[in-house]
C-alpha cells in the first residue's frame, strides 16, 4: 500500500513570495490532517478535512494559509504571502474513518528567507 | 487550552539499556495517545499507541502506560539498540475536540551509545 505522500520535499523561498504544498492521502482515507513544526518544536496541528469538509482549521495561524481538498482526495496549502516565521517542516497525514491512527507524510521542508 | 508535556528532551543511553520518555496532558477526556518514531529525514511513524480504557500496553521491547488519575503516559524501550536513535512523539486526542486532531508533546530526542 502507498503511503501519504506530499510535494515537494523541499522548498526555499523568499518573503512575500507564494508556495502551495501538496499532500496525496492514503487511499481510502476521509481524514486528511496538517501539521507543521517549527525548528525543535512540537509538531503543531493546523487544519483537518473530512473528506473535502473543513471540520477543524482552529490550529491555521493566519489568513494567510489556505488549505484546499477538492473532490476529497488530495489536498494542497496555500502560504500567501510567505513571512519568515511559516519556515518549517509542514506534515500531512491522513486516518480512516474511525479517526485514531494517523499515517504521516514525509514532510515539506519550507524555508522562508 | 489543551497541552502535552513531554521530558526528557534529550536523552541519552548505553546500548542495552532502558530508556523512558514521560508525557503529561492536560485535557482530562483525552481517550487515545500514539507514540511516534521520527528518524532523520524519514517521516514519524507510528510505534504504540494506548486508548483509555487500558492501563498498560507491549510490543516485544516496547511498553506504554497509561495513568489516567495523575493524566500521565509513558513509554520504555527495554534493551534499547543504535537503530533506536530518533526523535519521540508522544500525542494525546483531546476527546473534547471531537475532531481526531493529535495533540503533540515537544520530542525527545533519544541516542543509543554502541
Known amino acids: 500500500e502507498a503511503g501519504v505522500t506530499q510535494f515537494p520535499s523541499h522548498s526555499v523561498i523568499e518573503k512575500g513570495q507564494t508556495v502551495t504544498l501538496r499532500c496525496d492521502p492514503i487511499?481510502?482515507?476521509?481524514?486528511l490532517y496538517w501539521y507543521r513544526r517549527v525548528m525543535g518544536k512540537e509538531i503543531k496541528f493546523l487544519l483537518h478535512?473530512?473528506?473535502?469538509?473543513?471540520?477543524?482549521e482552529s490550529g491555521m495561524p493566519n489568513n494567510r494559509f489556505l488549505a484546499e481538498r477538492t473532490g476529497g482526495t488530495y489536498s494542497t496549502l496555500k502560504v500567501q504571502p510567505a513571512e519568515l516565521e511559516d519556515s518549517g517542516v509542514y506534515f500531512c497525514?491522513?486516518?480512516?474513518?474511525?479517526?485514531?491512527?494517523?499515517?504521516f507524510g514525509p514532510g515539506t521542508r519550507l524555508l522562508v528567507l | 487550552g489543551e497541552n502535552v508535556e513531554q521530558h526528557p528532551s534529550t536523552l541519552s543511553v548505553q546500548e542495552g539499556d532502558s530508556a523512558v520518555i514521560k508525557c503529561t496532558y492536560s485535557?482530562?477526556?483525552?481517550?487515545?495517545f500514539p507514540w511516534y518514531k521520527q528518524e532523520l529525514g524519514k517521516r514519524p511513524q507510528l510505534i504504540i499507541d494506548?486508548?483509555?480504557?487500558?492501563g498498560e500496553k507491549k510490543d516485544q521491547r516496547i511498553a506504554v502506560t497509561l495513568n489516567k488519575t495523575a493524566k500521565h503516559f509513558s513509554l520504555h524501550i527495554t534493551e534499547t539498540q543504535p537503530e533506536d536513535s530518533a526523535v519521540y512523539f508522544c500525542?494525546?486526542?483531546?476527546?473534547?475536540?471531537?475532531?481526531?486532531?493529535?495533540?503533540f508533546g515537544q520530542g525527545t530526542t533519544l541516542q543509543v551509545k554502541p
Open positions: 497525514a491522513s486516518s480512516f474513518f474511525n479517526r485514531e491512527t494517523q499515517y
Open positions: 487511499s481510502g482515507h476521509d481524514n
Open positions: 478535512f473530512v473528506k473535502e469538509s473543513k471540520q477543524d
Open positions: 485535557d482530562s477526556a483525552s481517550n487515545y
Open positions: 494506548i486508548r483509555s480504557n487500558v
Open positions: 500525542a494525546a486526542s483531546p476527546f473534547s475536540s471531537n475532531t481526531g486532531k493529535l495533540i
